[in-house]
């Protein structure tokens, strides 16, 4: 399977950022770790965390994709990913996203992001529940995001 190229490359260090502005986008699968996201991004809200969802890319420091990689997805994420400013890194949320889960490669899907780029993040599970994917933000922010 050809690799994404769009995001870092092999060999090139990733970013490391100080605030973690996360946009968030369901490129195919079922919306079962969309919906823990949703669920993660209210709790967030409501206890003041410095963790963000925001609305646009261009706030974001990282793009969070759950669900596999559909051909008619892959240009807005290659939209958002370029709309980024500044330093930005990728998280893969979900089987779907890390490696296609239960939607593999066909003539409409391309798979999981996670086997085809380099991710900061990459959290398994079928879906991951709110707290194992805030679990896992706030270890990378704390042992490879901070500056
Ligand atoms: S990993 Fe599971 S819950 Fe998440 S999008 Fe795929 S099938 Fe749905």
Not at 18 to 45: K, N, P, Q, V, Y
Not at 120 to 145: M, N
Request: hydrophobic share 45%.
């Amino acid at each position: 399977m050809a690799r994404l190229h769009l995001f870092w490359p092999e060999g090139t260090p990733l970013p490391r950022l100080e605030a973690l502005d996360i946009f968030h986008i369901e490129s195919g699968g079922c919306t079962g770790c969309a919906l823990e996201l949703a669920s993660l991004s209210r709790a967030l809200l409501a206890g003041n965390h410095p963790i963000r969802f925001v609305s646009t890319p261009r706030q974001a420091g990282m793009l969070l994709l759950t669900g596999s990689l559909t051909v008619g997805m892959a240009p807005v994420v290659e939209l958002a990913w370029q709309a980024m400013p500044g330093p930005r890194v990728l998280a893969v949320v979900g089987d779907c996203a890390v490696d296609g889960g239960l939607f593999g490669g066909n003539y409409a899907v391309l798979g999981g992001v996670g086997v085809r780029a380099r991710s900061s993040v990459s959290l398994p599970g079928c879906p991951p529940a709110p707290d194992e994917i805030l679990a896992a933000l706030v270890r990378w922010q704390t042992t490879e995001g901070e500056r």
